[in-house]
């Protein structure tokens, strides 16, 4: 789209069209840089996988390969954990909150993407509807809860009401104090029902988010996640910290605690909270077993339709 845009005749002049040129070659290279930081990371975690031996990570195949062999070392931790929770029929609840652009998602990707969808799902829940918003504030929340042998990641949580509900004026008075009084309460029920409950903060500077949010707005394959309201929170950003500072002082509990994330560099942050997760669950190496793979059923007399005859996608790449 951004190339098709400055082929044609330009009616301005020739400064503005430079101009113009420039700006669109910088966000191309900008969605590029991001497409393919993110394609080598993953091409690199894949060449460094393997399921014999020790599981540990290859060493010498990439140069500064550090966050990539530890990132690769935690996600097999990661796997004999799911296993361990399977087996043991774990329910597991992880809560990542924190300021907008911390990089809640980055570590969610990472945790999740190494892991069986059908053991552990990512949540993030939208705006309520006109019906939830008539419930038990928790009922919703309690829906997608954790069944034996299952892990939930939630991309925030019930605690909306304790930062951006209570912020932006979405919720009453009233119920904001209501949260921060039932809130505990309703932690420790889901403890003593089994549940585990760990909770990480992500914690981000002023200059760090503001860097961010400037990336994402110049950046097409991020700018989605660039909202009115992320705009917002940078205007009340005050009004924020005291939010967390209120939240924390109700709900980091010696039952429930917080665990902050020191989150202005990116994949420390990534590496600190999947080190520390695997620390909150004692498991044994459950980890997968060679597999023989078995003789195809022998050809005999089926013959399959013409390939001429099915709808192929055409091969515009080599």
């Excluded at 309690?142 to 019930?158: M, N, T």
């Excluded at 991020?222 to 917002?232: A, C, E, H, T, V």
Aim: hydrophobic fraction near 35%; glycine fraction near 6%.
């Amino acid at each position: 789209m951004i190339h098709c845009r400055f082929r044609r005749k330009s009616r301005k002049g020739p400064a503005t069209t430079v101009k113009a040129k420039k700006k669109a070659k910088r966000a191309l290279a900008l969605r590029d840089g991001e497409v393919r930081r993110d394609a080598e990371e993953i091409d690199q975690i894949e060449g460094h996988w393997q399921i014999v031996g020790d599981g540990a990570p290859l060493v010498g195949r990439q140069q500064g390969s550090r966050y990539i062999e530890e990132l690769v070392r935690l996600q097999f931790e990661l796997i004999k954990l799911q296993e361990w929770v399977r087996i043991k029929g774990l329910k597991v609840v992880v809560i990542f909150e924190g300021r907008d652009a911390a990089g809640k998602g980055g570590v969610i990707k990472r945790i999740s993407e190494a892991l069986n969808p059908r053991v552990c799902r990512v949540l993030a829940l939208g705006t309520p509807t006109e019906r939830e918003r008539g419930q038990w504030y928790f009922q919703r929340y309690v829906a997608q809860l954790p069944a034996k042998g299952e892990i939930v990641l939630f991309d925030r949580s019930w605690y909306n009401r304790a930062g951006v509900e209570h912020v932006m004026g979405f919720c009453t008075k009233v119920e904001y104090e209501e949260f921060l009084v039932s809130c505990p309460v309703f932690e420790e029920m889901l403890l003593r029902s089994g549940v585990i409950l760990i909770k990480y903060w992500f914690s981000v500077s002023d200059e760090e988010q503001e860097r961010r949010f400037l990336e994402r707005m110049r950046n097409p394959i991020k700018r989605w996640k660039l909202s009115p309201m992320d705009l917002k929170s940078r205007e009340r950003w005050v009004e924020y910290s005291k939010a967390k500072d209120e939240m924390l002082a109700h709900t980091d509990t010696k039952l429930s605690p917080w665990y902050m994330v020191d989150a202005d560099n990116k994949k420390q942050a990534r590496l600190n909270c999947i080190a520390h997760l695997l620390q909150q669950i004692p498991y044994k190496d459950l980890r997968p077993i060679e597999i023989d793979l078995p003789s195809r059923q022998p050809d005999t007399q089926y013959k399959r339709p013409k390939k001429s005859s099915q709808n192929w996608v055409p091969r515009h790449f080599p």
